[in-house]
Structures are given as C-alpha cells and as structure tokens.
C-alpha cells in the first residue's frame, strides 16, 4: 500500500478486504481509502487524533476520547477493520464486542461498577450529579441481578445486550 | 412533560448551579418512553457510536472545503490533442497576453493613484471619488486579467447610509468581482505578503476594516468599527462575508451574527461560480492566492453570476441570528446551494464544551425520567 501513494492497487484492496473479513465491499473500501486520505493530511499512512478531531462532529461526540484512544494511529487496514463492525453485514457480537471495548478502558476483560460510570459520566456531563448516576446505576443493576460489586464479561454483555433492536450501521458513501 | 418539573425539583435539591434541561432541548425530541428503565438501555451505547462512527466516514463539514475535481474529459484520441493544444494556448498565447493586460492596467492604476492620492489631500471630497473610480478601474482589469465572464441581476447597489450588503464567499476574487461594479468597503482578514500590502494601502481609500481571527478580543474592537462604518453617511456601503471562510461554492456555512445586529438594512448578494473551465475555490489550505491567481489566468475563462437581491430587514420578533439564517436561506436558494449547519471558524479551532451541551441533556432526560417514571 505504501504511505504516500493515493491508488490503491487491486491487491490492496483484497488484502484489505480480507482483513475485515469482506464485511465491506471494494467499492467501500476504495471509498474509505479516499476518506482516509482526506483526512490524514500529510500522508502519513495514518490519522493523528489532532485530524480526527478536526471533524467538528466526531469533537462534538461525547464518547470521542474513547473512541480516538481505538482509532489513534491505526493504518489504513486497521482503520478499515474498526469500521467493519459498524458495517451492516457485521455480526450482533461484533458490534457488541466492540461496545464493550468501549467500556473496558483497561483492557482487562471486565467490565465494573466504575468503568459503566465513568462512561455514564462521559454521556451525561455536568446535567447529572455522581450520585444521581450512582443511585440510577445501581437500581438497574438490581433490577438485572446483579450488584455493584460485579463485574461483566464480554458474555454478560452479549446475553444483556444482544436484542434485534440493537441497531449500529453507518453507511459507507459510494460514488 | 410532568417529568421535567419533577426532574427540576429534584436537581433543584441537589445542586443549584445545575444547567437548566430545558434550555437545551428542542422541543418535542423526547417522546415519552415506556417501561422501565433496563440495563440494556443504559448499557446501549450505539447510537452514540454510530453518531461517531458516521463522522469518521463522512461529514458535512470537510465537504464545504473539498475541491471537487471535474470530470476528466481529455482521455480519448481526439479530444486530447484538442486539450494539449488548449494548453499551448492558455500558457504560452493567452496568459503572457493578460500578464501585459494586467501589467498595463497597474501602471495606468498606479500613474493615477499616486498624484491623485498626493496632491489633493486637501480636497477630501474630490479625491475620494477619484479614487473610487481608479479602484473599480483595476478590479476591471483583474477581472479581464482572468477573462471574468460576469452576469450581474438585479438593480445595481446604491449608495445609501445604513445598509450593508452580505455575500456567499468562495474566493477573495469574490471581492474583485464585486468591486468593479460598485466601490464597496471591506472587511477583511489581514493578509501577509503582497495582498496585505494592497490593504494596508489602496483598499483604505475605499475604506476598508481589518480583523484577525486569531485574536479574541479582536471581536469587540471590529463591532464597533462596523457600527461607525454603517453610521457614516458618506462611507463607501459595506461588503461583509458573514460565512467568515472560503467554502468551495456547493454549501454555505452559518452565517455570523455581527453583520445582522447592525440596525441597518441587509442587502443579499449571491455569487455562483461555473466550474466549466476553473474552479474558482480558493482552497487556503492547499494553495497560496497567488498560485490561485495564476491558476485562474491559465484557464480560458471564471464565468459567474451575480444576484443583487432584495433588501431584508430585521423582522419584529426576530432576533438576529434567525434574520442572519433567513438570509442565509435566500442566498442560498438562490445560488443553488447546500445549507450545513456548522460554523466556518471550526476549520480553524476545535468546537467548544458548549456544543456537547446539548448531546449530554438529551442523555440526561432518558436516564433520569425513565428513573423517576417508576
């Protein structure tokens, strides 16, 4: 692929596509490789967090620092391959897999008390208190049995979370 | 929603500095949910992600300030000798021709200005208008410098106290071909090189003011000055670009309010660009202007058009950035372009903690009334 060339040669793009397990087409691919060159200024072979926050709407997102903390620095297959689970052809557990890893911070398997907090936090800002999230985090975890000392495993999450309204697509724009 | 008051009410024992909800919603953009509150719901991050996810693909923002290329149409064995000759002919006929025609046109400018500039100091009056002329002279040149095919609708600017004429900006040859019509005055970024030059010293007889975007404080000091320009019965009429930035012709950017809180009469201006031979698209970023200049004088023509539209005043009721957005409206329809809801200055800064604001109260509502709902 090299860092400065802005073709992609068909190997390329096979060579991608295999490594998101053809979750994209190559018309998808092809388009993304001009986002991404759009967007990695210098040509660098990869986007600075400064780049990607230069898109006001990605800034604007609240969980944007988590996000950049995944996608900081990634090559153009790499990129690729975080975009697949958004793809619609992605399956329920890739797209749970990756909510999870939104909240595993720490890479460490499990989900806590705090890490929901914390992401709770980042949505809600200063228009809730700590203890007002608390207090809601708490009830509902109740309410699903378990307590605030548990901590949830990529299994807890798909079991909790895999419903057919779980809805996470974002369409790849093709000329 | 009774669940506002109740929310209200309990914020208001907890903490009384708290924002208030309300402000930040739209109307109506919460129905009201039904059943508890689950930890799927709270554990549901998607449409957050999907939001994020949809930015890093594409945005509306960083479209505003692509170039779009044309369609390449020389590809083929008859067209493109046809288009190699083109260009025998634009770089080696037409461009040293308009370098002499601009040439000339500055030598006439500058044997002019200059006496006129010196010797009637004392005849404030006279000289001014001189001057006014001589400036329109140049910008006819540059114009013909770039073989500008101009058609201008609607009735000619007048020179009337409180008004001031807002445009759509793609280039600063927007000016130029604006100013050969009518003397308008200017607000500008200061430029460095050549362009500052020409401000600091042939745009101030046409009255013009300076800003820095950098500068914060710079807002306050430019505020007033607008305010002394439009009071000025002999002023030259203002021409500001509310946009703030170039934007390539295809959208507009949120207009800034600073133009519309004047307490005068606002005159639209629609300027569209063909891309038939050039794009006319100064893409600060990707080239200096005056690679831009000599991008121009190497295609065969910039053909545009030019809509005077109707005066608009501030309606009652109507506070001023809707007036800036209902005019933002009528240049737009009437240029053909695309509205984007965002402010041109983030190309240059990132978006403020405030613009969260609103993402964090719609998240607030759900938790805390589907809470409360119980």
Redesign the interface.
């Given at each position: 692929m090299g860092n400065a060339s802005s073709t992609l040669t068909q190997y390329d793009i096979e060579e991608v596509q295999e490594h998101c397990n053809n979750l994209f087409s190559q018309q998808e691919i092809v388009s993304l490789y001009q986002r991404f060159c759009q967007l990695d200024r210098n040509a660098k072979g990869f986007i600075s967090a400064d780049e990607f926050l230069s898109v006001p709407e990605f800034a604007m997102n609240p969980l944007s620092q988590r996000l950049l903390k995944m996608v900081d620095g990634l090559n153009f297959k790499e990129f690729v391959a975080f975009l697949s689970a958004f793809s619609a052809k992605a399956s329920m557990p890739q797209k749970i897999e990756l909510i999870f890893k939104v909240y595993d911070t720490d890479r460490n398997g499990k989900v806590t008390f705090n890490d929901i907090l914390d992401v709770l936090r980042d949505l809600s800002g200063t228009f809730m208190s700590d203890k007002q999230r608390e207090e809601v985090l708490s009830q509902v975890l109740q309410e699903a049995g378990y307590t605030r000392e548990s901590s949830l495993l990529l299994d807890d999450f798909v079991k909790i979370l895999d419903k057919p309204g779980l809805k996470m697509e974002v369409e790849v724009p093709v000329d | 929603m009774s669940e506002i008051s109740k929310l209200n009410s309990s914020c208001s024992e907890?903490?009384l500095d708290?924002?208030n909800?309300e402000d930040y919603l739209p109307t109506g953009s919460i129905q009201q949910p039904h059943g508890?509150?689950?930890?799927?719901d709270?554990?549901?991050?998607?449409p957050?992600?999907?939001?994020?996810?949809?930015?890093?693909?594409?945005?509306?923002?960083?479209r505003c300030f692509?170039s779009i290329p044309p369609e390449p149409w020389n590809w083929n064995v008859y067209l493109f000798p046809l288009w190699c000759l083109g260009v025998v002919v634009r770089y080696g006929i037409l461009f040293p021709v308009r370098v002499l025609v601009l040439t000339i046109g500055w030598i006439i400018f500058l044997l002019c200005y200059i006496p006129v500039h010196l010797l009637l100091k004392g005849h404030d009056k006279l000289r001014k208008k001189l001057e006014r002329c001589l400036v329109e002279l140049i910008c006819c040149f540059f114009v013909a410098s770039w073989t500008g095919v101009v058609k201008y609708h609607g009735p000619r600017p007048s020179m009337r106290p409180k008004q001031v004429f807002v445009s759509n900006h793609t280039s600063m040859i927007d000016f130029i071909v604006l100013e050969q019509m009518t003397p308008f005055a200017v607000i500008m970024q200061k430029h460095p090189g050549w362009v500052g030059l020409l401000q600091s010293t042939i745009l101030e007889s046409v009255g013009c003011i300076w800003f820095n975007r950098s500068e914060a404080k710079d807002r306050e000091i430019v505020t007033r000055k607008l305010r002394e320009h439009v009071e000025g019965a002999d002023n030259n009429p203002l021409l500001i670009f509310p946009e703030g930035t170039c934007v390539n012709n295809h959208y507009t950017v949120m207009f800034k309010k600073g133009a519309f809180e004047l307490n005068c009469t606002v005159c639209p201006i629609a300027i569209k660009y063909n891309k038939i031979f050039v794009d006319a698209f100064w893409n600060s970023r990707k080239q200096s202007f005056t690679m831009h200049l000599l991008q121009l004088m190497t295609s065969w023509a910039v053909v545009c058009d030019v809509w005077y539209l109707e005066p608009q005043n501030l309606k009652p009721g109507e506070t001023p950035i809707e007036f800036a957005e209902r005019v933002r409206d009528i240049i737009s329809v009437r240029a053909g372009l695309k509205k984007v809801p965002?402010d041109g200055y983030?190309k240059y800064s990132?978006?403020s903690p405030k613009?969260?604001?609103q993402?964090?109260?719609k998240?607030?509502l759900i938790?805390?009334v589907l809470?409360l709902s119980w």
């Open positions: - | 907890l903490d708290r924002p909800l508890k509150l689950r930890l799927r709270l554990l549901d991050i998607s957050t992600l999907t939001e994020a996810a949809g930015a890093i693909v594409d945005d509306s923002f960083t692509k965002w983030l990132r978006p613009h969260r604001e993402k964090y109260a998240h607030c938790y805390l809470h």
